[in-house]
């Protein structure tokens, strides 16, 4: 029986993420969630959504999907210069596999696609 915790929110626009942390900041985010009467997923997840905002200032979402299609096409150029490069078509293939597995949202994918480069 949980006594100190009784704090619960389930939602179903969450997406779990996980993450180790050293023994010391488990032990410290442990003490503080028991302390302030908070669990240490509303905590860290807060904490997140306060960087994720903060970022988005200065990196936006257009400049990251950029950031991604520019190191996809870094990455074919070069297996084109090591005569690895797989056909278009089935690189496109991989690479929106490898997206969707990510959790990339559709909208994302189809835009990183377009700007592959053959």
Do not use: F
């Amino acid at each position: 029986m949980a006594i100190l915790r009784k704090i619960s929110t389930r939602k179903e626009d969450y997406k779990l993420i996980g993450v180790s942390v050293r023994r010391w900041v488990h032990e410290y985010l442990t003490l503080y969630t028991l302390a302030k009467d908070c669990t240490k997923s509303i905590l860290l997840r807060d904490m997140v959504e306060k960087l994720i905002i903060e970022k988005r200032e200065a990196e936006t979402d257009a400049i990251l999907i950029t950031e991604v299609s520019n190191r996809l096409n870094t990455i074919r150029y070069n297996e084109k210069i090591e005569g690895k490069a797989l056909p278009i078509e089935k690189y496109k293939l991989e690479v929106e596999k490898e997206l969707k597995t990510r959790g990339l949202k559709q909208t994302y994918i189809e835009i990183i696609l377009s700007e592959i480069l053959p």
